[in-house]
C-alpha cells in the first residue's frame, strides 16, 4: 500500500492566497498514492522527484501521474495545461539521486517499517538538515519510524487520503520529537495543496484509520455472518449516516490487503478489537483485493 489510503473525500478547498509552496518535493514510491501526491504538488508549482527504482516503473510511475493529470484537466481542475504540469515531475532511481533544494520528502511505499525506515535514512543522508521528511504511513508508528533517523525533530507523519488530488484532507500526525517548526511547514503546504489539516498524536491507527478500520471490520463480520449482502450494508451508512460510500466499497477502494495489513498491526498494538475476520484474509488469499484487481466486495470494471 502506499500506505496512507484509509479514506476519501469529495473534493479538496481552493488553495489558500498566498499559499507558502514548496520549491522542490521528492516522492519515495510512484504507485497509486505516490502518484497522486506528485500530482497534488506538481499541480501548485513545485517541482517533483519520484523516486522510483529501475526503468520500467518509474516509466508507470510517470504514466500514473499524466494520467491523473490528464483527469483533473478534463475536470477542468488544472490552472494550466496538463502538460506543463507534468514537466515538473521527473524521476529518480534512487534516494541517493535526490537533486539539491529539496524542501520536503514524502515517504509513500508499502506497510513496511523496516522498508521504510531504510528510505526515510538514505533520503535524510541525501538531503540538507533543513528538510521536511515526512510518511505516508497510514497506521505505523511514526515515532518508531523517526527513531531511524538522525534528525527526527524534522519528519512527522503526512498521511495523504485516496484519491489524492481529489481529497480534501491530510492527517498530520507529530511524534514527541516532532519540533513546532516541522509541524508548522507541513500545515503551511498543506494548506498550499488547497487541503483541511487534521493534527493528531502518534497513536496506532491515528484518527483516521483506527476509526475507519473498526467501521470496515465490522461490515465485513457482518458480511461474513449473513446478516446482509455488501451493497445492503453499504446503502445503510451511505444513505442512513451520510457517509459518501459505504464501508465495503471504501475497503475495495482503499485494497482489502491494505485493511487486512493495518488490522494485523492494530490487533498487535491495541488488541483483539481489530483482529481481521476469516472473510477479509480469504478474499486477500484469493486475489480479491478491490479495485485494483476488479473485484473485492464489489464487481469494479
Known sequence: MSAGVEGTAAGAAAPETNAVVPEAVAVIGGGRMGAGIAQSFAAI???????ESGAEAAAAALDRV????????????????AETVLARVATAASPEELPAGIELVVEAVPEDAALKAKLLAA????????????TNTSSLSVTELGAALRRPARFLGMHFFNPVPASALIELV?????ADATLQSALAWTHALGKTDVVVKDSPGFASSRLGLAL???????VEEGVAEPAAIDAAMSLGYKHPMGPLRLTDLVGLDVRLAIAEYLQATLGERFAPPALLREKVARGKLGRKTGQGFCTWD
Not at 508549482?45 to 523516486?51: F, I, L, M
Not at 499524466?66 to 495545461?81: V, Y
Not at 507529530?174 to 516532532?178: I, Q
Open 216 to 222: 470496515g471490520l465490522e461490515a465485513v463480520r457482518m
Open 66 to 81: 499524466a494520467t491523473g493529470l490528464a483527469r483533473a484537466a478534463e475536470r477542468g481542475k488544472l490552472a494550466e495545461p
Open 45 to 51: 508549482g513545485s517541482r517533483v522527484t519520484v523516486v
Open 174 to 178: 507529530v511524534a514527541p520529537e516532532t
Open 123 to 134: 533520503a535524510e543522508q541525501a538531503v540538507s538538515d533543513d528538510t521536511v521528511l515526512a
